[in-house]
T-cell receptor, first 111, second 116 residues
């Protein structure tokens, strides 16, 4: 079993839709949870960063962490064609442990 | 946010030559940097952890003599692919944690290496 599971998609939605991206994990020591957006042939860009459980909102993006279920989500409201990219979840434990990445979900937002 | 600069973006080389990729932290000091390899439609594969002033730590299965890493200053790490072969063709990305801990990572723009 992988430490982090993420559906690779692809996920195709119409413009304006609400997108839900998810990851599950098995290591209860994870405390830091990140979402990265990666455009084709570019480095990942940090979108959301959450420590421990809870919600965090930034513009059209909302990140949720449910540590009891070992489940994290990223919601994108009013999706735009420019949101078409691969979204990677990532997480790490305290104390300088390595960041573990999900496989990435490819998202296509159709105009 | 913190800025990590990676050069070159693209490199094409002949088989048997060596290629150097640079990763710089522009507005923070990075005692640690990470090097990844990414194949098409796949996630990031950590190759090695670059440590300023000491030897790099390589992941299992990564040839340290093939992928030479040097972290000579607090803002620069380099990855040299030695005697490159077509199977080394890939997308290479570096990252660094501004906070010093392996949590919030900022990535370079990546380098597409094509070995002919």
């Amino acid at each position: 079993q992988k430490e982090v599971e993420q559906d690779p998609g692809p996920l195709s939605v119409p413009e304006g839709a609400i997108v839900s991206l998810n990851c599950t994990y098995s290591n209860s020591a994870f405390q830091y949870f990140m979402w990265y957006r990666q455009y084709s042939r570019k480095g990942p860009e940090l979108l959301m960063y959450t420590y421990s459980s809870g919600n965090k909102e930034d513009g059209r993006f909302t990140a949720q962490v449910d540590k009891s279920s070992k489940y994290i989500s990223l919601f994108i409201r009013d999706s735009q064609p420019s949101d078409s990219a691969t979204y990677l979840c990532a997480m790490s434990a305290m104390g300088g442990f390595k960041t573990i990445f999900g496989a990435g979900t490819r998202l296509f937002v159709k105009a | 946010g913190a800025v990590v600069s990676q050069h070159p973006s693209w490199v094409i080389c002949k088989s048997g030559t060596s290629v150097k990729i640079e990763c710089r932290s522009l507005d923070f000091q990075a005692t640690t940097m990470f090097w990844y390899r990414q194949f098409p439609k796949q996630s990031l594969m950590l190759m090695a952890t670059s440590n300023e002033g000491s030897k790099a730590t390589y992941e299992q299965g990564v040839e340290k003599d093939k992928f030479l890493i040097n972290h000579a200053s607090l803002t620069l790490s380099t990855l040299t692919v030695t005697s490159a072969h077509p199977e080394d063709s890939s997308f290479y990305i570096c990252s660094a944690p501004p906070g010093g801990a392996d949590e919030k990572l900022f990535f370079g723009s990546g380098t597409q290496l094509s070995v002919l």
